[in-house]
């Protein structure tokens, strides 16, 4: 799945960026990925709210174009916090195993 990034004239390769996640080793653990599809999700989240509010202000409805691209990006976001979420859980299971703590005391 890709997404294209207006902001940054750049593609989002989902399947790449949960890759390139869920190798991280305990030590390298890299919230990168988070962090970036909490931007895109707050991107989409914003520019469908801009939307609304445009049309609101210009008292009228959303143009059937409009309307199209804010049920998409509410898609979108809803399914990027599904994908937060996944990643994140994964992170805590990962933290929580006893088998990957690391000892930074004395030895």
Wanted: proline fraction near 4%; hydrophobic fraction near 35%.
């Amino acid at each position: 799945m890709t997404i294209q990034d207006d902001r940054e004239l750049k593609n989002i390769d989902l399947d790449e960026l949960l890759a390139r996640a869920r190798t991280r080793t305990l030590g390298h653990i890299c919230r990168t990925p988070i962090l970036e599809l909490r931007r895109w999700r707050g991107y989409l989240v914003a520019q469908s709210d801009d939307m609304v509010r445009s049309a609101v202000t210009e008292s009228r409805s959303l143009k059937p174009d409009e309307e199209r691209s804010v049920g998409q990006n509410i898609e979108g976001a809803r399914e990027l916090g599904a994908v937060i979420e996944e990643l994140e859980a994964a992170f805590r299971k990962e933290i929580s195993d006893p088998s990957n703590l690391i000892l930074i005391g004395p030895k």
